[in-house]
């Protein structure tokens, strides 16, 4: 595990630990000394902590003029013992929205399980970014299953249209944009 990095191809353009309206600005990483870990696994140096024992994040864009952020994930993301949720919306989620994101993508390719407890900080959430959204994209099929379970699309978006995202070859402005009309597909 400690050989999956954060997604660095647009570190030119945004690095969150250089931002001084990121929640991790400041931060100082080592390129070689690992020191969080997943279940006794060592992590890479790169991903941020925000409270969570399991679940890891890398903001790798975020645009304030047009409010929105790229946040991509790493672990597992447990609600039921860790309530990562809680610390996702307060520590993270919540700095962010203060400073005007109202558009929320998160990646979670490397999110390996997903365990459920309560709805109230996704609702709280989804309340908090009243015109905005928060969209869930390349998650795997097992923890979306979960997610469906937990009724939790009724305040983030995920599902078919959201999976398979060839974001990677895309610049910031362009996933942005991507996620942005199939967004308005859906309300309409």
């Not at 672990?75 to 993270?92: A, F, Q, S, T, V």
């Not at 400073?99 to 309340?127: A, M, Q, R, T």
Request: some cysteine.
């Amino acid at each position: 595990m400690h050989l999956i990095e954060p997604y660095a191809r647009w570190r030119d353009l945004y690095a969150a630990e250089e931002d001084p309206r990121s929640p991790f600005y400041g931060r100082t990483y080592s390129e070689t000394e690992c020191h969080n870990t997943i279940y006794n696994y060592y992590i890479h140096p790169q991903w941020d902590e925000f409270g969570s024992s399991t679940l890891y994040c890398k903001i790798i864009f975020t645009n304030y003029r047009e409010g929105y952020t790229v946040i991509e994930l790493m672990g597992e993301w447990n609600d039921c013992i860790h309530n990562d949720i809680m610390y996702l919306k307060r520590d993270l989620a919540d700095a962010l929205i203060e400073e005007g994101i109202s558009k929320f993508i998160l990646i979670g390719e490397n999110v390996l399980n997903f365990h459920y407890s309560d709805d109230s900080y996704y609702e709280e959430w989804f309340d908090d970014v009243e015109d905005g959204w928060i969209v869930f994209i390349n998650f795997r099929d097992h923890v979306l299953q979960e997610m469906k379970r937990a009724r939790i699309d009724y305040y983030v978006m995920f599902g078919a249209m959201f999976q398979q995202v060839a974001w990677r070859k895309l610049q910031p402005q362009q996933l942005y944009r991507l996620v942005s009309e199939k967004m308005s597909r859906l309300i309409r």
